[in-house]
């Protein structure tokens, strides 16, 4: 192959609980990217649809994520991307991993897959880091692998792939307001109390363990969080009114997508994401904020060749 075609999904971050570590993807909304091999040596931005982002390179987080693997093999030729974007950036339901996942994952591809998902991952932190100014895999790790994902470490890159229910699925509001990732970075505390890290560590492990055993009561109460949310959602407009919307809908959680604005819900069957579809949607509707609702089901498959 010479030209590929790639989807590369959005994810949602953190999951409450696990602030930079754990992630799940999104199958309903994603960027689509072209990855050609081309006569002349380099990585090159070519085309650009949907945002306004940067064609040089080093400055592109497909680029410098591109870079990062290019740097790593010894080929006579080189790759031009395009990418068709879909997810908004900042819109808190990783745009940059979308965007870093894409680049690498079609290069190996056309490549003939000489790196595994681990590897990938790593060369996809360069990218990533452009973005949000530090070093983090919980959106790219659940983009690449698919499903629910845990990083276990970044240095090594070490993830865990985590089963989800198969009647699970995620409401995401995203409200039309950028919140850069490195600016909701800087309203959270340097330091956190002793019961509030023993609290937040407590519903990691149950959610992972609800996760694992399919268990939507233990799900339920597993997904909270006691240290990033209290400060975050002061950054979201109506952020309580859509959780408690949510929660009165039927909701097992609700909580901030990466580092907002977007909030994700996740339920127990189709019919009750759409029920809390519809309460969410009352709430925004009367906030004069332009904003998008989907409905989606975990994406077990991740980025994939369309």
Request: glycine share 8%; aromatic share 8%.
């Amino acid at each position: 192959m010479n030209e590929i075609k790639i989807f590369s999904p959005a994810t949602v971050a953190n999951v409450s609980c696990g602030f930079d570590v754990l992630g799940f993807c999104l199958d309903s909304v994603g960027d689509d990217m072209v990855i050609r091999k081309t006569d002349k040596k380099g990585v090159f931005i070519t085309k650009i649809v949907g945002f306004d982002l940067p064609y040089e390179t080093e400055l592109n987080v497909a680029g410098v994520s591109a870079l990062a693997m290019y740097n790593a093999i010894d080929v006579d030729f080189g790759f031009e991307i395009e990418i068709y974007k879909n997810i908004k950036p900042g819109s808190g339901i990783g745009s940059s991993a979308a965007s870093a996942v894409g680049s690498v994952f079609g290069m190996n591809e056309l490549l003939g897959r000489p790196f595994n998902k681990t590897e990938l991952t790593a060369f996809a932190i360069k990218g990533e880091a452009i973005a949000s100014k530090c070093e983090h895999a919980d959106n790219l790790a659940p983009a690449l692998f698919g499903g629910f994902t845990l990083v276990k470490s970044i240095n090594p890159v070490q993830i865990l792939e985590i089963p989800s229910p198969s009647d699970l699925y995620a409401t995401i509001i995203h409200p039309q307001i950028e919140i850069k990732t490195s600016e909701s970075r800087a309203v959270l505390p340097k330091e956190v109390a002793l019961s509030d890290a023993i609290t937040q560590w407590a519903n990691v492990g149950s959610l992972v363990h609800a996760l694992h055993t399919n268990d939507y009561n233990l799900l339920k109460d597993s997904l909270h969080d006691v240290i990033v949310e209290p400060h975050r959602s002061k950054l979201i407009p109506h952020y309580n009114d859509v959780k408690q919307a949510s929660l009165q809908a039927g909701a097992l959680g609700c909580g901030i997508s990466g580092s907002g604005p977007s909030i994700f819900s996740l339920s127990k069957g189709l019919e009750t994401a759409n029920n809390i579809k519809e309460a969410i949607n009352n709430v925004y509707a009367k906030t004069g904020i332009e904003f998008d609702i989907h409905v989606s089901k975990i994406n077990t498959e991740g980025v994939k060749i369309v």
